[in-house]
C-alpha cells in the first residue's frame, strides 16, 4: 500500500508541475502519462492471473503510450522526450519477451513493464525545470522543432555567401 501512496504523491508531483509550469510538450508528456497510467489500471482491474500470462490490454495501453511518446519526441524542441520514449521502448518490450517465453516469471514480467515509470516521471519534471530555466534566461522557449526549409530559417552559423 505504501509504494502505491508514493507512486500516485509522485505522480501527482511530477504531473502537476508539468501541468502548471511546464511548455506544450511536458504538458503533453505528463497527460500522456498519467492517462497512460488511468488505462492501465483500469485494464488490469480484473485481471485474475495478474503478470502470469500476457497482458493484451497492458500492451495496448503501452503501445499507444508509445506511439504518443514518439511522435512528442520527433516534434518537441527537446532532448528529454527521447530519454522517456526510450524507456517506453523497454517497457513495451518487456510484453516481447512475455509472449516469446510464456514462461517466463511473473515478477519479471511486471518489473520490466515498470521498470522506467519513476525515471520518465522523474525526467518530464527534470524537463519542465529546465524549461523554466531557459524561460527565465532567454525570455523564450520554442516547444516545436521547424526544419529550416519550411520555416526561412537560416541554419546557426548563417549564410556561406
Known sequence: ???LVVFFT?????????????GAPERIAATIFAVG???TIVTAWNS???FGSFELGIFVVDLACLVGFLI???HAERYWPLWVTALQIIGTAGHAMKLADPDTLGWAYAFLLAFGTYPMLALIALGTWRHQRRLALHGADPSWSTSSARSGRVPQGGPTA
Open 48 to 50: 485474475t492471473n495478474r
Open 72 to 74: 512528442l519526441a520527433l
Open 37 to 39: 497510467t488511468a488505462l
Open 10 to 22: 509522485f505522480l501527482l508531483v511530477c504531473c502537476g508541475y508539468a501541468w502548471f509550469r511546464g
Open 1 to 3: 500500500m505504501l509504494k
